[in-house]
């Protein structure tokens, strides 16, 4: 696992629980599975431009705010 990989899941689960949301819901709203979902925040798999495009878009931030690591939770 590389340390973007680590640092991004860790800033999407955080997203997302912030949001109040499961990670069924954010699979369902960016069209994948929960599998992706929970191998994104695990740190095994990163998706393509356009599947973070929607997983931001299902967590309600910019495709940006997902690589803001500045705010990740220790």
Known sequence: MTIIRA?????????????GKVQKEV???AATTVWNISRLEHGTKIPRVEGLERIAT??????ADLFDFEFEES
């Open 7 to 19: 640092r991004l899941g860790r800033r999407v689960r955080s997203i997302r629980k912030a949001a």
């Open 27 to 29: 699979a369902f709203d």
């Open 58 to 63: 299902a967590l309600g931030v910019e495709i």
